[in-house]
Protein backbone atom coordinates (compact mmCIF):
# COMPACT_ATOMS: atom_id res chain seq x y z
CA UNK A 1 0.00 0.00 0.00
CA UNK A 2 1.33 3.20 -1.15
CA UNK A 3 1.45 6.47 1.30
CA UNK A 4 -0.49 9.03 -0.52
CA UNK A 5 1.51 12.10 -0.88
CA UNK A 6 0.47 14.57 1.91
CA UNK A 7 -0.84 18.34 0.97
CA UNK A 8 -1.10 20.53 3.74
CA UNK A 9 -4.12 22.69 4.40
CA UNK A 10 -3.93 26.81 3.61
CA UNK A 11 -5.14 26.91 7.38
CA UNK A 12 -2.72 24.38 8.11
CA UNK A 13 0.10 27.00 6.55
CA UNK A 14 -1.87 30.23 7.55
CA UNK A 15 -1.91 28.74 11.61
CA UNK A 16 2.01 28.21 11.37
CA UNK A 17 2.46 31.64 9.96
CA UNK A 18 0.25 33.18 12.01
CA UNK A 19 2.28 31.31 15.10
CA UNK A 20 5.68 33.32 13.63
CA UNK A 21 7.19 30.64 11.75
CA UNK A 22 8.95 31.64 8.52
CA UNK A 23 7.76 29.94 5.07
CA UNK A 24 10.85 28.29 4.90
CA UNK A 25 10.27 26.58 8.68
CA UNK A 26 6.69 25.63 7.79
CA UNK A 27 8.21 23.63 4.01
CA UNK A 28 10.52 22.13 7.05
CA UNK A 29 8.09 21.08 9.17
CA UNK A 30 6.06 19.31 6.95
CA UNK A 31 9.00 17.93 5.15
CA UNK A 32 9.79 15.89 8.50
CA UNK A 33 6.25 15.48 8.87
CA UNK A 34 5.73 13.44 5.64
CA UNK A 35 9.21 11.27 6.83
CA UNK A 36 7.87 10.68 9.71
CA UNK A 37 4.84 9.32 8.26
CA UNK A 38 7.43 7.16 6.01
CA UNK A 39 9.22 5.61 8.69
CA UNK A 40 11.87 7.63 8.45
CA UNK A 41 11.87 8.57 12.34
CA UNK A 42 10.20 5.22 13.95
CA UNK A 43 13.05 3.21 16.32
CA UNK A 44 11.85 -0.01 15.09
CA UNK A 45 14.68 -0.25 12.92
CA UNK A 46 16.57 -3.20 12.14
CA UNK A 47 19.64 -1.60 13.90
CA UNK A 48 17.60 -0.66 16.70
CA UNK A 49 16.27 -4.35 17.34
CA UNK A 50 19.70 -5.92 17.16
CA UNK A 51 20.86 -3.21 19.87
CA UNK A 52 17.62 -4.18 22.16
CA UNK A 53 18.57 -8.07 21.43
CA UNK A 54 22.17 -7.34 22.48
CA UNK A 55 20.78 -5.31 25.30
CA UNK A 56 18.66 -8.30 26.70
CA UNK A 57 21.27 -11.06 25.91
CA UNK A 58 23.96 -9.04 28.03
CA UNK A 59 21.02 -8.43 30.79
CA UNK A 60 20.66 -12.67 30.73
CA UNK A 61 24.20 -12.96 31.35
CA UNK A 62 24.60 -14.12 27.77
CA UNK A 63 27.51 -12.03 26.82
CA UNK A 64 30.42 -10.30 29.54
CA UNK A 65 31.92 -6.28 28.84
Known amino acids: ?3 QAYI ?3 TEVQ ?3 HAGFSGEEIAGLFTVKRLYH ?3 Y ?3 TA ?3 RLE ?3 WLYQQGGLQS
Open 38 to 40: QGA
Open 8 to 10: PSL
Open 47 to 49: EYK
Open 15 to 17: NLA
Open 1 to 3: MEL
Open 53 to 55: FVR
Open 42 to 44: HES
